[in-house]
């Protein structure tokens, strides 16, 4: 399933915003999941010129930082960020589970 993010200009972006800023999200060692963690944060300060935003959850972003808009599409990647991570753990449990143990049903 292929996600567009709408990414927002730095020039668009005023204080107040909510956005959304992506993170990978990492399952092991060297890997990662294809979906991005989106977190929504608070503009809370601009500098003039824009070469700098601070945020309310994470303090400080410079010029390689993109936000994206916080909309249906970025809690549809949560969402499947979710459920790929649920299998991980599920496929994770079954592995190192011991031979002698039983499952109830």
Known sequence: MNIKLKEI????LKVGDTVGIARTVNC????????RKIIPVKITRITPKRTKIETDIYEEHGKGEKFYEYDE??????????????????????????EDSEVEA
């Open 9 to 12: 200009s730095r020039d668009d």
């Open 28 to 35: 092991g060692w060297l890997s990662t999941f294809r979906h």
């Open 73 to 98: 599409n970025a809690r549809k990647e949560n969402e499947l960020l979710a459920e790929a991570i649920g299998k991980v753990l599920m496929n994770k449990m079954v592995f190192q589970m011991p």
